[in-house]
Nanobody
Framework: QVQLVESGGGLVQAGASLRLSCVAS????????MAWFRQAPGKEREFVAGFSRFGGSTYFADSVKGRFAISRDNAKNTVYLQMNSLKAEDTAVYYC????????????????WGQGTQVSVSS
């Protein structure tokens, strides 16, 4: 098992930047595929960005491509989501997820989830 704790959310104005952190506890963190998802009120949870198993590649949702970046620090058991040029439509609860298998864009494919951190962007 792995425990995930997100942090770094907050209320910012459009155009601002935030960096979210996901700290994991558990064995063999570096062997998991990691991803960020988000869920706005009244909407389904959607994929934001992902890091492949073993950290070989990254991928992003079209809506955030060019604005967001994902990175990981295995020594600190931490995954980051750098969010730049934030828009009002980015407002959501952001979740960190882990999968002990190949990477995926589907929430149902992930095994472990954090409790989420709120990101609110005012226009």
């Amino acid at each position: 098992q792995v425990q995930l704790v997100e942090s770094g959310g907050g209320l910012v104005q459009a155009g601002a930047s935030l960096r979210l952190s996901c700290v994991a506890s558990g064995r063999s963190f570096g062997s998991y595929a990691m991803a960020w998802f988000r869920q706005a009120p009244g909407k389904e949870r959607e994929f934001v960005a992902g890091f492949s198993r073993f950290g070989g590649s990254t991928y992003f949702a079209d809506s955030v491509k060019g604005r967001f970046a994902i990175s990981r620090d295995n020594a600190k058991n931490t995954v980051y989501l750098q969010m730049n040029s934030l828009k009002a439509e980015d407002t959501a609860v952001y979740y960190c997820a882990a999968r002990r298998d190949a990477s995926s864009r589907y929430a149902t494919e992930y095994d472990y989830w954090g409790q989420g951190t709120q990101v609110s962007v005012s226009s």
